[in-house]
């Protein structure tokens, strides 16, 4: 038999109409229906006529009792869209009833059942429309079983009239069921409700044969009662395990359900790699509400209730399928939901809570949800509390939410928690895959993922790269965690100079990188003076304050290579060649390495810059032909002793002459055969011909020793001195005229590492050197701790010498220092007569520089020396022969 029942607006339902007077006009109908049945049923009762025996009240009593016995075990199949269709076998006892009883006691017996089992479930806001109905029903099934009776009389068995009256009962119950559908304003598909009627006149008939059929045997055969009963006990029984089944498939459909609108919202969130927020506020509320919707109509609830904890600080997030909740409790916060007798302890499985049998405090709360009973269910993960779901009053006339709905609900809650759970878990782990740890900004694959997003829809954007450089001194001195918090503040800094949306990553180390949207390079060029501005500002760390050097390179998306000619009378603007974020990032690399090579803090990309990009590219490739084929050779800069000016030894100095570039310098070849890592062949080609050198001289009894240059790579190389050892004595020479000059920047980077090496050479008795030193950050009394020999001032503070005080102080103070810590002192880059007066003043040992000689080929080298010892001769000689004067 269906049942209806009173629902307002559905949430997804576009009628505008408020819940009174949807709620007024079920009363109204309501009222109707009982006015017509009472009217019909005293009709009925003029036109048959009771005749009051005694043996009637035992008859009633009976049929009280059937038709409360059908109504506890109806069975209850099916829900969907507030339609509940219940398997009752009330037309069991009305069969009967039409055989046995006069009118009035059938529907007397009748009434006294369902209204007696209505109150006693306290199902009061239905029991108007149910009276009414009720009385329909059954005044129907009499009206026809009358008036076939009168039909048949005579021609046919009299089983056929109660036959057909029996299943007029549910038919009227369906189609005031329908009718109330329709007034309450919800639309039922005429495919819905055929197969409504359809099945109700299935079971009417089943039911009405049973009835028949059973009253037949029962009076007709010997002990046909047992057989009736036994016959009842089975078809009950069928039904019941029928519904069973079918509820647990509709079950395990709603479950799949929600864990597929769950997943699928998850699929996706998971577009995005910027989505970093909480999994649950990732899912879209309409998915929340396919997923509320889905539940109510398993469990055939007349609302349900999500609520979401998405931020335990904020409210928690309500999402309502069906009835609409009033506002008192939409959105309760963490006070109101320790005040809500529902939520104030959220367990951790299914709740049921009714009106009827409650403290007043869930009394009162569910009289805020004007809902009459309520299942509560926890969405618990693990750890925490993620949400709760409430189920409002059973859309049903008899039956309030049973087991198997708490199971339902149980379960829906549990997988549905589990799949939160999994989502936050893979959320995390997302997160983690593209974010930095350290600075919580995107790392690399998070940030070529989110910008190129952005650079599909703004072409017009700029790639900024920012270099944070913390001198490697400081971080020694204070350790690496401060680098890290100075990382830190860095880029929270940049973060808020760039405001919450422009993709801003760290790379690695001190280097970022942000996409500027819809920029143009004057905007650009002005932000990147800002940042800089701001991140040159100084650290605080502890009571000192750190400062760090920044440097920024930038590249727009709008600048392909063409474009630059595209100004020019008749140019040809460029075409726009499609630039993807690694083109663009690798540009602005290629910008932020050419600042730091001219000392600038700005720069914007230029298409010339790829070309010494790419020519540093070719040098690479071609090196080790180059050394092979004889394009490299070795010139040698000589060393004199001050003040006398003798020649102590050269500095061995790279040469490249390219084919195609024509000479090269090694500050463009050797930074970039270092960083591809063939620098070994290098250090060993000149090491060679070095010692090739000396042991040339020395055949000529001449003893001056070369300097060699190393690459900081061959610090971090425990075999290097043992090959600089096999080399000295496969050329049989002295180590002490040997001298190996590293600068202070490649020992300073990472002296711990340095060190073994620098011991195991030390103990070779080769010259250690310091070169260009005073452009690092390094104190002289550091350099005390390892074991070197000689320190090189820096050509720039030499040539600045005669010009500015600040460079003679630090040219002083280097040659003191050096003398107290026992080294030999060496000035480079000394050009002119003043400086090297200067220095010898100072008590500088040794100087070199275009004053003495400019680097020489070993051929000119040869003469140099050679005039040089001439002239020493001669000026010896005149010495003499003055003295001799
Ligand atoms: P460096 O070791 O500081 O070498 C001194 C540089 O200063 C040389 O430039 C030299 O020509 C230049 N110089 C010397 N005196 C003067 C002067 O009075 N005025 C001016 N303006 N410049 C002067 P060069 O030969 O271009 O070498 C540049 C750098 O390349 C060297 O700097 C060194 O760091 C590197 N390098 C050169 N040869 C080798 C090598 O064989 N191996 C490695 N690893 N690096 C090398
Ligand atoms: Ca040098
Ligand atoms: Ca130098």
Request: charged share 20%; net charge negative.
């Amino acid at each position: 038999m269906p049942e209806t029942a009173p629902e307002r607006t559905a949430a997804a339902d576009a009628s505008a109409e408020t819940d009174q007077s949807v709620d007024r006009r079920f009363g109204v109908f309501s009222v109707i229906v009982l006015v017509i049945g009472v009217a019909a049923a005293a009709l009925m009762s003029w036109w048959l006529p009771l005749h009051p025996s005694t043996g009637q009240i035992g008859t009633g009593l009976l049929l009280v009792l059937a038709f409360l016995v059908v109504e506890q075990v109806s069975v209850n199949i099916d829900v969907r869209g507030g339609i509940s269709w219940t398997i009752s076998f009330t037309e069991i006892p009305l069969a009967i009833g039409l055989f046995v009883a006069p009118f009035q006691v059938v529907l007397a017996a009748h009434l006294i059942a369902g209204v007696g089992t209505l109150l006693a479930r306290r199902v009061q806001d239905r029991v108007l429309y149910n009276t009414g109905a009720e009385i329909l029903e059954i005044t129907n099934a009499f009206a026809v079983y009358t008036v076939a009776g009168m039909i048949i009389q005579g021609t046919g068995p009299q089983w056929i009239a109660a036959y057909l009256g029996a299943i007029s009962a549910p038919i009227t119950s369906t189609l005031l069921a329908l009718a109330a559908v329709h007034v309450l304003g919800r639309r039922l598909r005429v495919g819905a409700a055929t197969k409504l009627v359809f099945r109700t006149l299935v079971l009417g008939l089943v039911n009405a044969s049973v009835g028949v059929v059973g009253y037949e045997v029962a009076t007709n055969v010997d002990h046909g009662l047992p057989l009736v009963l036994a016959t009842l006990g089975g078809v009950w029984a069928l039904y019941l395990a029928y519904s069973g089944l079918l509820r647990e498939q509709r079950d395990l459909e709603a479950l799949s359900e929600v864990s597929l609108i769950v997943a699928r919202s998850g699929r996706r969130a998971a577009a995005r790699p910027a989505a970093g927020q909480d999994t649950a506020s990732a899912i879209k509320s309409d998915d929340w509400h396919g997923v509320a919707q889905r539940i109510r109509d398993q469990l055939g609830a007349a609302r349900v209730v999500l609520r979401l904890r998405f931020d335990p600080q904020a409210p928690m997030h309500t999402v309502v399928a069906g009835q609409e909740l009033p506002a008192g409790v939409v959105d309760i916060d963490t006070a109101g939901a320790k005040a809500d007798g529902l939520l104030r302890l959220p367990g951790s499985h299914v709740r049921h809570f009714r009106r009827v049998d409650s403290l007043p405090e869930i009394r009162q709360a569910l009289i805020q949800r004007n809902a009459h009973e309520a299942l509560v269910v926890p969405l618990r993960s693990a750890s925490h509390l993620l949400g709760v779901v409430e189920a409002h009053d059973k859309l049903s006339r008899w039956r309030g939410f049973g087991q198997a709905d708490l199971r339902m609900i149980g379960t829906t809650a549990s997988h549905l928690a589990t799949a939160l759970d999994n989502r936050r878990l893979l959320a995390t782990l997302r997160h983690d895959a593209y974010h930095d740890p350290l600075t919580g900004l995107h790392n690399r694959p998070g940030f070529r993922q989110l910008a190129t997003e952005m650079l599909a829809s703004n072409p017009g954007s700029v790639m900024l790269r920012v270099d944070l450089e913390v001198q490697p001194a400081i971080s020694d001195a204070l350790g690496y965690a401060w680098s890290d918090r100075i990382t830190i503040a860095a880029g929270r800094r940049l973060r808020d100079a760039l405001g919450p949306d422009t993709p801003l990553a760290r790379l690695e180390g001190g280097a970022f990188a942000a996409l500027l949207v819809d920029a143009d390079l004057e905007r650009a060029q002005v932000a990147a003076e800002k940042l800089v501005a701001g991140l040159s500002a100084p650290y605080p760390v502890d009571r000192l304050t750190v400062e760090a050097g920044v440097v920024v390179g930038y590249s727009s998306s709008a600048m392909p290579d063409g474009v630059l000619f595209s100004d020019a009378p008749g140019g040809r603007a460029g075409t726009p060649t499609e630039l993807d974020v690694d083109e663009l990032l690798k540009r602005a690399d290629v910008a932020l390495r050419a600042a730091k090579t001219s000392g600038e803090r700005v720069r914007a990309y230029m298409p010339s810059m790829g070309q010494i990009f790419l020519r540093r590219f070719q040098l690479v490739t071609q090196f080790r032909q180059a050394l092979e084929t004889g394009q490299v050779s070795v010139h040698y800069q000589p060393k004199v002793a001050l003040p006398r000016r003798e020649v102590l030894g050269v500095e061995a100095l790279v040469r490249w002459r390219h084919p195609e570039f024509g000479d090269l310098h090694p500050d463009e070849f050797v930074p970039a055969v270092e960083a591809a890592g063939l620098v070994d062949a290098l250090t060993e080609f000149v090491l060679d011909r070095a010692l090739i050198r000396i042991r040339k001289w020395l055949d000529r009894g001449l003893r001056i020793g070369v300097a060699v240059n190393l690459s900081v790579r061959s610090l971090a190389d425990l075999e290097f001195p043992t090959r600089v050892s096999a080399a000295l004595e496969r050329y049989r020479v002295p180590p002490e005229l040997l001298t190996l000059e590293l600068t202070e920047s490649g020992v300073m980077a990472d002296p711990q590492r340095a060190l073994p090496v620098l011991r195991a050479l030390h103990n070779l008795a080769v010259v250690l050197a310091v070169d260009d030193f005073g452009t690092g950050y390094s104190s002289l009394a550091y350099l005390r701790q390892l074991p070197v020999d000689e320190v090189k001032i820096d050509k720039s503070f030499v040539f600045g010498m005669g010009s500015d005080l600040g460079d003679l102080a630090v040219v002083r103070s280097i040659v003191e220092l050096g003398h107290s810590l026992g080294l030999v002192v060496v000035a480079e880059g000394v050009e002119e007569d003043a400086a090297r007066d200067q220095l010898a003043a100072m008590g500088c040992d040794v100087a070199q520089g275009y004053l003495i000689s400019r680097p020489l080929s070993e051929e000119r080298l040869e003469a140099w020396l050679q005039a040089r010892t001439a002239m020493a001769k001669n000026v010896r000689d005149e010495t003499v022969l003055t003295l001799l004067s």
